[in-house]
């Protein structure tokens, strides 16, 4: 695929507009994009410095953007990663006095996958206030709110943690 495809495909998987990736990227104007998206042979092409500002306003490698998978990209999911996902969720919903649902909860366990992979920290030091405070800045960079996504649960959890807190 193209730069243009594999550009527009990685905002729209994000959710953003062009002119809220053109904002991300601290550009007006949402022609900037629109141009980096076209296949017309007249249409502009980033410039070098700019490609790595586009590929993290949209979460994504430099690489991907020219269609190439990261050598280190596993389609298979961390095991350790995702014991700490469970027992993070499992832990969070009982302080609710919930059972977690996975099969409607399949949303957030992603998100929390996300944030513990990112997460350097030891798992005893994690806590709800935190992820519900790295989700909303992920999803203010994305462009999108909280209310947009599965998972309106995590919003709860986090705000009835930080009352406790």
């Known amino acids: 695929m193209a730069f243009s495809d594999n550009l527009r495909a990685a905002r729209l998987r994000s959710g953003m507009t062009q002119e809220a990736l053109a904002l991300a990227c601290g550009w007006s104007g949402q022609s900037r994009i629109a141009n980096y998206e076209s296949s017309a042979p007249s249409a502009r092409e980033p ?42 969720l499992v832990d969070a919903f009982a302080t609710l006095g919930k059972a977690v649902e996975f099969e409607t909860e399949a949303d957030l366990f992603a998100d929390v996958y996300e944030w513990i992979a990112a997460d350097d920290r030891p798992a005893d030091q994690r806590n709800l206030v935190d992820f519900a405070k790295w ?22 959890v986090g705000r009835t943690n930080q009352r406790s807190a």
């Open 135 to 156: 989700r909303d800045k992920r999803d203010q960079d994305r462009g999108k709110g909280i209310d947009e996504q599965n998972g309106s649960a995590a919003a709860q």
């Open 47 to 88: 410039k070098v410095s700019e490609v790595p500002l586009l590929a993290k306003a949209l979460g994504v490698s430099v690489a991907s953007l020219f269609g190439e998978a990261p050598a280190s990209h596993s389609a298979r999911p961390d095991p350790a990663i995702l014991a700490s996902t469970y027992r993070f």
